[in-house]
Protein backbone atom coordinates (compact mmCIF):
# COMPACT_ATOMS: atom_id res chain seq x y z
CA UNK A 1 0.00 0.00 0.00
CA UNK A 2 2.75 2.33 0.70
CA UNK A 3 4.70 1.62 -2.91
CA UNK A 4 1.12 2.37 -4.00
CA UNK A 5 0.69 6.01 -2.23
CA UNK A 6 4.50 6.30 -3.31
CA UNK A 7 4.13 6.16 -6.83
CA UNK A 8 1.45 8.35 -6.84
CA UNK A 9 2.80 11.02 -4.78
CA UNK A 10 5.41 10.43 -8.13
CA UNK A 11 2.96 10.86 -10.70
CA UNK A 12 1.25 13.86 -9.62
CA UNK A 13 4.91 15.30 -8.52
CA UNK A 14 5.58 14.83 -12.35
CA UNK A 15 2.18 16.38 -13.91
CA UNK A 16 2.69 19.39 -11.42
CA UNK A 17 5.75 19.91 -12.61
CA UNK A 18 4.75 19.74 -16.19
CA UNK A 19 2.36 22.15 -15.85
CA UNK A 20 4.44 24.72 -14.03
CA UNK A 21 7.09 24.43 -16.61
CA UNK A 22 4.91 24.77 -19.03
CA UNK A 23 3.49 27.93 -17.55
CA UNK A 24 7.35 29.78 -17.49
CA UNK A 25 6.71 33.01 -19.15
CA UNK A 26 9.52 33.88 -21.68
CA UNK A 27 10.65 37.73 -22.12
CA UNK A 28 13.64 38.63 -24.43
CA UNK A 29 15.64 41.54 -24.55
CA UNK A 30 18.88 42.81 -26.81
CA UNK A 31 22.10 42.50 -25.65
CA UNK A 32 23.09 45.99 -23.40
CA UNK A 33 19.50 46.81 -23.25
CA UNK A 34 17.53 46.86 -19.72
CA UNK A 35 14.13 45.44 -18.39
CA UNK A 36 11.73 45.88 -15.52
CA UNK A 37 9.89 43.06 -14.19
CA UNK A 38 6.55 43.73 -12.54
CA UNK A 39 5.72 41.11 -9.58
CA UNK A 40 2.04 41.44 -7.95
CA UNK A 41 1.21 39.97 -4.52
CA UNK A 42 -1.43 39.60 -2.28
CA UNK A 43 -2.92 41.99 0.50
CA UNK A 44 -1.90 39.91 3.23
CA UNK A 45 1.67 40.41 2.04
CA UNK A 46 2.59 43.95 1.91
CA UNK A 47 4.34 43.39 5.68
CA UNK A 48 6.41 40.67 4.14
CA UNK A 49 10.36 40.53 2.16
CA UNK A 50 9.96 40.33 -1.26
CA UNK A 51 12.85 39.10 -3.48
CA UNK A 52 14.25 38.03 -6.67
CA UNK A 53 16.14 34.89 -6.64
CA UNK A 54 18.20 32.97 -9.67
CA UNK A 55 17.97 29.76 -10.96
CA UNK A 56 16.10 26.62 -12.80
CA UNK A 57 15.83 24.86 -9.32
CA UNK A 58 13.48 26.23 -7.21
CA UNK A 59 15.21 25.10 -4.04
CA UNK A 60 18.47 26.34 -4.92
CA UNK A 61 17.54 29.82 -6.75
CA UNK A 62 20.21 32.23 -5.15
CA UNK A 63 19.30 35.77 -4.04
CA UNK A 64 19.85 38.27 -6.48
CA UNK A 65 17.79 41.30 -4.61
CA UNK A 66 15.72 41.95 -1.58
CA UNK A 67 13.21 44.38 -0.35
CA UNK A 68 14.94 44.56 3.10
CA UNK A 69 19.00 44.31 1.93
CA UNK A 70 20.12 44.42 -0.49
CA UNK A 71 18.09 46.62 -2.66
CA UNK A 72 20.45 46.85 -5.17
CA UNK A 73 23.31 44.88 -6.43
CA UNK A 74 25.48 45.34 -9.61
CA UNK A 75 23.29 46.01 -12.52
CA UNK A 76 19.97 45.55 -10.91
CA UNK A 77 17.77 46.84 -7.75
CA UNK A 78 14.51 46.48 -6.97
CA UNK A 79 11.60 48.48 -5.37
CA UNK A 80 8.45 47.97 -3.55
CA UNK A 81 4.90 50.14 -4.18
CA UNK A 82 3.23 48.78 -0.63
CA UNK A 83 0.08 50.60 -1.71
CA UNK A 84 -0.58 48.94 -5.26
CA UNK A 85 1.23 46.06 -4.14
CA UNK A 86 3.35 45.63 -6.91
CA UNK A 87 7.47 45.26 -6.36
CA UNK A 88 9.55 45.84 -9.78
CA UNK A 89 12.50 44.35 -10.73
CA UNK A 90 14.82 46.82 -13.23
CA UNK A 91 17.97 45.05 -15.12
CA UNK A 92 20.13 46.95 -17.09
CA UNK A 93 23.19 46.55 -19.49
CA UNK A 94 22.10 42.92 -20.02
CA UNK A 95 24.39 40.49 -21.51
CA UNK A 96 24.22 36.80 -22.58
CA UNK A 97 25.64 35.62 -18.65
CA UNK A 98 21.88 37.34 -17.68
CA UNK A 99 20.30 34.40 -19.38
CA UNK A 100 18.87 32.44 -17.30
CA UNK A 101 15.43 31.69 -15.06
CA UNK A 102 14.12 34.13 -12.28
CA UNK A 103 11.19 34.57 -9.69
CA UNK A 104 9.06 36.42 -7.95
CA UNK A 105 9.39 35.50 -4.45
CA UNK A 106 7.32 36.40 -0.41
CA UNK A 107 9.55 35.08 2.02
CA UNK A 108 7.22 33.69 4.73
CA UNK A 109 8.84 33.51 8.22
CA UNK A 110 8.33 30.18 9.54
CA UNK A 111 6.76 28.43 6.47
CA UNK A 112 7.82 27.97 3.16
CA UNK A 113 8.33 31.39 0.84
CA UNK A 114 6.00 31.98 -1.88
CA UNK A 115 6.71 31.98 -5.59
CA UNK A 116 4.14 34.45 -7.33
CA UNK A 117 6.08 34.87 -10.84
CA UNK A 118 8.98 32.30 -12.87
CA UNK A 119 9.84 33.59 -16.03
CA UNK A 120 12.94 32.96 -18.75
CA UNK A 121 15.04 36.00 -20.00
CA UNK A 122 17.04 35.34 -22.69
CA UNK A 123 19.45 38.38 -23.92
CA UNK A 124 20.00 37.71 -27.65
CA UNK A 125 22.94 39.85 -29.57
CA UNK A 126 20.50 40.61 -32.32
CA UNK A 127 16.80 41.55 -32.80
CA UNK A 128 14.14 40.26 -29.78
CA UNK A 129 11.35 38.27 -31.13
CA UNK A 130 9.29 40.46 -29.24
CA UNK A 131 9.85 43.78 -27.84
CA UNK A 132 8.33 47.19 -27.46
CA UNK A 133 9.95 50.74 -27.99
CA UNK A 134 8.94 51.99 -24.87
CA UNK A 135 8.02 49.71 -21.55
CA UNK A 136 5.85 53.02 -19.79
CA UNK A 137 3.68 54.67 -21.54
CA UNK A 138 1.35 57.57 -20.25
CA UNK A 139 -2.08 58.91 -20.99
CA UNK A 140 -4.79 61.31 -20.16
CA UNK A 141 -8.31 60.53 -18.75
CA UNK A 142 -10.82 60.34 -21.21
CA UNK A 143 -8.13 59.66 -23.69
CA UNK A 144 -6.66 56.96 -25.09
CA UNK A 145 -2.77 55.18 -25.66
CA UNK A 146 -1.11 53.32 -27.79
CA UNK A 147 1.62 50.31 -27.62
CA UNK A 148 3.18 48.72 -30.60
CA UNK A 149 4.56 45.50 -29.77
CA UNK A 150 6.75 44.49 -32.82
CA UNK A 151 7.00 40.67 -32.76
CA UNK A 152 8.46 38.09 -35.35
CA UNK A 153 7.72 34.71 -33.66
CA UNK A 154 3.85 32.95 -34.02
CA UNK A 155 1.56 32.35 -31.83
CA UNK A 156 -1.92 33.47 -30.30
CA UNK A 157 -1.81 37.30 -29.94
CA UNK A 158 -3.50 38.72 -26.62
CA UNK A 159 -3.12 42.13 -24.52
CA UNK A 160 -3.49 41.52 -20.41
CA UNK A 161 -3.65 43.84 -17.63
CA UNK A 162 -1.44 41.74 -14.92
CA UNK A 163 -3.24 39.81 -12.60
CA UNK A 164 -6.23 39.87 -14.72
CA UNK A 165 -8.22 39.11 -17.77
CA UNK A 166 -7.66 39.96 -21.46
CA UNK A 167 -8.03 40.71 -24.54
CA UNK A 168 -7.36 38.48 -27.89
CA UNK A 169 -8.90 38.71 -31.54
CA UNK A 170 -9.39 42.29 -32.53
CA UNK A 171 -11.67 44.06 -30.05
CA UNK A 172 -12.38 44.00 -26.30
CA UNK A 173 -12.59 45.44 -23.15
CA UNK A 174 -10.85 45.88 -20.06
CA UNK A 175 -12.60 47.42 -16.88
CA UNK A 176 -14.48 49.13 -19.26
CA UNK A 177 -12.11 50.38 -21.36
CA UNK A 178 -12.39 49.92 -24.88
CA UNK A 179 -9.14 48.01 -26.38
CA UNK A 180 -8.55 47.15 -30.03
CA UNK A 181 -5.65 45.17 -31.40
CA UNK A 182 -4.53 45.62 -35.19
CA UNK A 183 -1.66 43.06 -37.07
CA UNK A 184 0.09 45.28 -39.40
CA UNK A 185 3.34 45.87 -40.54
CA UNK A 186 5.31 49.16 -40.81
CA UNK A 187 7.82 51.03 -43.51
CA UNK A 188 11.13 48.90 -42.16
CA UNK A 189 8.38 45.46 -43.12
CA UNK A 190 8.28 44.84 -39.39
CA UNK A 191 5.36 42.87 -37.56
CA UNK A 192 3.42 45.13 -35.59
CA UNK A 193 0.79 44.01 -33.11
CA UNK A 194 -0.68 48.08 -32.02
CA UNK A 195 -2.50 47.72 -28.98
CA UNK A 196 -5.19 50.78 -28.68
CA UNK A 197 -6.69 51.60 -25.38
CA UNK A 198 -9.75 54.04 -25.33
CA UNK A 199 -11.54 55.82 -23.26
CA UNK A 200 -8.70 55.94 -20.54
CA UNK A 201 -9.73 55.76 -16.95
CA UNK A 202 -7.76 56.62 -13.55
CA UNK A 203 -8.16 53.00 -12.79
CA UNK A 204 -6.44 51.72 -16.24
CA UNK A 205 -3.26 52.72 -14.65
CA UNK A 206 -1.32 49.49 -14.21
CA UNK A 207 1.09 46.58 -15.57
CA UNK A 208 0.34 45.51 -18.64
CA UNK A 209 1.23 42.08 -20.66
CA UNK A 210 1.53 42.10 -24.32
CA UNK A 211 1.88 38.35 -25.40
CA UNK A 212 2.83 36.89 -28.77
CA UNK A 213 2.78 32.93 -28.38
CA UNK A 214 4.95 31.63 -25.94
CA UNK A 215 7.19 35.28 -25.28
CA UNK A 216 5.70 38.46 -23.70
CA UNK A 217 6.63 41.69 -22.59
CA UNK A 218 5.24 43.77 -19.34
CA UNK A 219 4.61 47.20 -20.23
CA UNK A 220 3.34 50.31 -17.95
CA UNK A 221 0.27 52.56 -18.19
CA UNK A 222 -0.26 55.69 -16.43
CA UNK A 223 -2.89 57.76 -16.58
CA UNK A 224 -3.19 60.71 -15.22
CA UNK A 225 -5.93 63.99 -14.88
CA UNK A 226 -6.62 66.28 -17.73
CA UNK A 227 -4.96 69.93 -16.94
CA UNK A 228 -7.79 73.39 -16.95
CA UNK A 229 -6.36 73.73 -20.75
CA UNK A 230 -6.97 70.38 -21.96
CA UNK A 231 -10.51 70.53 -20.77
CA UNK A 232 -10.80 73.65 -22.20
CA UNK A 233 -9.55 72.49 -25.71
CA UNK A 234 -11.88 69.46 -25.72
CA UNK A 235 -14.50 71.79 -24.84
CA UNK A 236 -13.57 74.39 -27.82
CA UNK A 237 -13.21 71.03 -30.30
CA UNK A 238 -16.44 69.55 -29.52
CA UNK A 239 -18.51 73.24 -29.68
CA UNK A 240 -16.97 73.87 -33.22
CA UNK A 241 -19.46 73.55 -36.20
CA UNK A 242 -18.33 70.58 -38.04
CA UNK A 243 -19.26 71.69 -41.83
CA UNK A 244 -16.99 74.85 -40.88
CA UNK A 245 -13.83 72.62 -40.26
CA UNK A 246 -11.19 72.17 -42.26
CA UNK A 247 -9.34 68.10 -42.85
CA UNK A 248 -6.38 68.43 -41.02
CA UNK A 249 -2.99 67.69 -42.95
CA UNK A 250 -1.13 66.91 -40.00
CA UNK A 251 1.53 64.40 -40.79
CA UNK A 252 1.33 60.60 -39.53
CA UNK A 253 4.21 59.80 -37.10
CA UNK A 254 4.56 56.65 -38.89
CA UNK A 255 3.38 55.04 -41.87
CA UNK A 256 1.66 51.86 -41.09
CA UNK A 257 0.61 48.95 -43.74
CA UNK A 258 -2.24 47.40 -43.11
CA UNK A 259 -3.86 44.41 -45.14
CA UNK A 260 -6.88 43.42 -44.08
CA UNK A 261 -7.36 39.89 -46.11
CA UNK A 262 -3.42 38.89 -44.71
CA UNK A 263 -4.00 40.19 -41.89
CA UNK A 264 -7.51 38.12 -41.21
CA UNK A 265 -5.74 35.05 -43.04
CA UNK A 266 -2.86 35.70 -40.27
CA UNK A 267 -5.14 35.32 -37.98
CA UNK A 268 -6.40 32.12 -39.18
CA UNK A 269 -2.84 30.58 -38.92
CA UNK A 270 -2.54 32.05 -35.43
CA UNK A 271 -5.56 30.16 -33.88
CA UNK A 272 -4.91 26.72 -35.82
CA UNK A 273 -1.11 27.35 -34.39
CA UNK A 274 -2.42 28.11 -30.57
CA UNK A 275 -4.68 24.85 -30.97
CA UNK A 276 -1.95 22.77 -32.00
CA UNK A 277 0.17 23.62 -29.32
CA UNK A 278 -2.45 22.76 -26.89
CA UNK A 279 -2.68 19.88 -28.48
CA UNK A 280 0.72 19.40 -28.18
CA UNK A 281 0.86 19.86 -24.55
CA UNK A 282 -2.64 17.26 -24.34
CA UNK A 283 -0.98 15.01 -25.56
CA UNK A 284 2.35 15.56 -23.85
CA UNK A 285 0.54 14.93 -20.97
CA UNK A 286 -1.21 12.00 -21.69
CA UNK A 287 1.73 10.24 -22.85
CA UNK A 288 3.39 10.91 -19.15
CA UNK A 289 0.26 10.09 -17.54
CA UNK A 290 0.61 6.49 -19.48
CA UNK A 291 3.82 5.74 -19.33
CA UNK A 292 3.73 6.78 -15.23
CA UNK A 293 0.73 4.48 -15.02
CA UNK A 294 2.30 1.46 -16.71
CA UNK A 295 5.14 1.74 -14.66
CA UNK A 296 2.87 1.61 -11.65
CA UNK A 297 1.41 -1.54 -12.72
CA UNK A 298 4.63 -3.18 -14.14
CA UNK A 299 5.96 -2.67 -10.33
CA UNK A 300 2.33 -3.57 -8.47
CA UNK A 301 2.51 -6.94 -10.75
CA UNK A 302 6.31 -7.06 -9.57
CA UNK A 303 5.27 -7.10 -5.65
CA UNK A 304 2.72 -9.08 -6.12
CA UNK A 305 4.60 -12.03 -7.81
CA UNK A 306 7.22 -11.57 -4.92
CA UNK A 307 4.54 -11.54 -2.41
CA UNK A 308 2.50 -15.11 -3.53
CA UNK A 309 6.26 -15.83 -3.67
CA UNK A 310 7.31 -15.50 -0.66
CA UNK A 311 3.82 -16.60 1.10
CA UNK A 312 4.74 -20.21 -0.97
CA UNK A 313 7.89 -20.39 0.90
CA UNK A 314 6.94 -19.50 4.29
CA UNK A 315 4.40 -22.34 3.68
CA UNK A 316 6.93 -24.85 2.70
CA UNK A 317 8.82 -23.86 5.45
CA UNK A 318 6.45 -24.25 7.84
CA UNK A 319 5.64 -27.67 6.57
CA UNK A 320 6.73 -30.69 8.77
CA UNK A 321 9.07 -32.45 7.13
CA UNK A 322 8.34 -35.53 9.33
CA UNK A 323 4.90 -35.47 9.21
CA UNK A 324 3.71 -39.05 7.70
CA UNK A 325 2.05 -39.28 4.01
CA UNK A 326 -0.33 -41.45 2.99
CA UNK A 327 -0.70 -42.88 -0.49
CA UNK A 328 -3.74 -43.97 -2.23
CA UNK A 329 -4.25 -45.59 -5.24
CA UNK A 330 -7.24 -45.15 -6.93
CA UNK A 331 -8.87 -47.73 -9.78
CA UNK A 332 -10.77 -47.21 -12.33
CA UNK A 333 -13.79 -50.01 -13.00
Known amino acids: MALHLSLLLLLLLLLLIFFRVSAVGHVSVETGGSIIFPCHYDLNHINHVKYWCKGYVWVLCSYVVRTDHPKSSGKTSISDDLNKRIFTVTMT ?6 SEN ?11 DIMIQWLYLSVTPGTPELYVEQQEVTGVEGGSVTVRCYYSNAGDMKWCRMGGDGVSGYSGTLHGTSVTLKRTSDSNN ?3 LTVTMSGLKMENTDWYWCRVGELEMPVHITVSQQT ?10 TTQDPTTQQPSASPIAEPVQTDNTSQ ?4 NMEE ?12 ISLGMLVVVTAGILVTWKMW ?4 NFSLLFIYLQSADPEQDITYSTVQTE
Open 102 to 112: YRCVVEINGGP
Open 264 to 267: GAEG
Open 93 to 98: DLTSWD
Open 304 to 307: RKHS
Open 190 to 192: RKV
Open 228 to 237: ATQRTSKMTS
Open 272 to 283: IHQRSIDVKVLL
